[in-house]
């Protein structure tokens, strides 16, 4: 995270405000996997390197430290700030806004600092989506021996992700606020949402759309959720993105001992389609979307077609409105050029996991990683 001196031309900026559960650490990483007592701030410039040298949907990484911003993502501001301070950038960022629309992004297991913030720059620069980008991260250790342990965390920031979501919709100026969360990260979304509207009666109603893209939840536990919000005049419209050839999703299930996780399911399939239709839950099928990610639970990510034209419907102000959809086949005429409406998800491109084994998590556990991503791939085999 420590700030290179300067971008160089044509390059991007986004610059986001986040809002994190996460202890502080180091300058040159921020924010640690481990928890902080209270809601932490900061506000962080990412580079993008320009158009010509990067693919739509791909983030960048650095290979060193510091990073090239002509070829790869890097910080250019990332300032640690009190409430007071992050209250001041919003309402100075939403009143250049044009459209007055806030997304709430949460992202999924196994997410560093760094991901979260590098994924959810490129989610808003290829989406071209106009909002006011506030990122929420939960303490992750961006391991997959820390599965428990992550789950766990989701349920520690629930009431901090009801701060913020309260304190950003209490101001005048908001439009409108839309949540796209990610894998566990719906995990928290959900839950966050249940106890404010128990706790309120209902949801705030700035919160008009909850984008639920490859949830790593429950059927059960989702439903329940949704019905402890209330009526749907009481609560947002939550827009559900299944894929049923998750490999993620499939190992968390056996993991859990769950019937089905909810990113997972075949919606057309009983008993889920009428218990879909009664919540009135709008589902868009990705099952027959191909993407380069292993384990199909970060399609978005590879999508710049689906990236761009849900931005596209977000900035028109379009909603989903479809109750079924399988944008699998809907990709064909994108690319084609004929783009079909799918809705105003705001800028849904998500991350696939940091990596299944990535280099630091098998330096800190060694053949222990080494034996429990044998297991995986065992469990993943056809």
Not at 54 to 72: K, L, M, S
Not at 286 to 308: C, I, M, R, Y
Not at 322 to 347: H, P, Y
């Amino acid at each position: 995270m420590a700030p290179v001196s300067e971008s160089v031309p044509n390059a991007s900026r986004v610059d986001m405000l986040v809002a994190t559960t996460r202890k502080r650490t180091d300058p040159a990483e921020l924010f640690s996997g481990e928890r902080s007592p209270a809601l932490a701030f900061a506000n962080i410039t990412v580079s993008i390197p320009p158009e010509g040298v990067r693919q739509i949907g791909e983030v960048q990484w650095p290979r060193q430290i510091p990073g090239n911003p002509a070829t790869e993502f890097v910080t250019l501001k990332a300032d640690v700030i009190d409430r007071a301070q992050a209250l001041s950038w919003f309402r100075r960022t939403l009143r250049s806004s044009r459209k007055r629309q806030v997304m709430v992004f949460i992202h999924g297991f196994n997410n560093r600092f760094e991901d979260a913030v590098f994924r959810f720059a490129q989610i808003v620069h290829d989406s071209h989506a106009p909002v006011v980008p506030i990122l929420f991260t939960w303490p992750s250790r961006g391991s997959i021996l820390a599965y428990g342990y992550d789950r766990e965390s989701t349920a520690y920031s629930r009431n901090a992700l009801e701060s913020l979501l309260k304190a950003i919709s209490s101001d005048p100026q908001v439009g409108e606020i839309s949540i796209l969360a990610h894998s566990m990260g719906n995990s928290l979304a959900l839950e966050t949402l249940r106890q404010m509207a128990i706790r309120d009666g209902r949801v705030t109603p700035k919160v008009k759309n909850v984008l639920l893209a490859a949830p790593d939840v429950d059927v059960d536990l989702a439903r329940e959720a949704i019905v402890d919000m209330g009526p749907r005049a009481n609560r947002p419209a939550f827009t559900l993105f299944v894929s049923q050839d998750d490999r993620a999703l499939a190992v968390s299930r056996r993991v859990w001992g769950s019937t089905a996780r909810l990113g997972a399911i075949n919606p057309d399939q009983e008993p889920y389609r009428t218990q879909l239709e009664q919540a009135q839950v709008t589902v868009l099928d990705l099952t027959k979307l191909k993407a380069g990610d292993p384990l199909n639970h970060g399609k978005f990510a590879e999508s710049p077609e689906v990236v761009q034209l849900i931005g596209k419907r977000l900035a028109e102000g379009q909603t989903v409105t479809d109750s079924r959809v399988g944008l699998g086949d809907r990709i064909i005429s994108v690319t084609a050029g004929a783009a079909t409406a799918i809705g105003t998800a705001a800028g849904l491109a998500v991350s696939a996991p940091v990596a299944v084994v990535d280099p630091q998590t098998r330096q800190s556990f060694g053949g222990q990683v080494e034996e429990f991503g044998r297991s995986v791939s065992n469990t993943l085999a056809p």
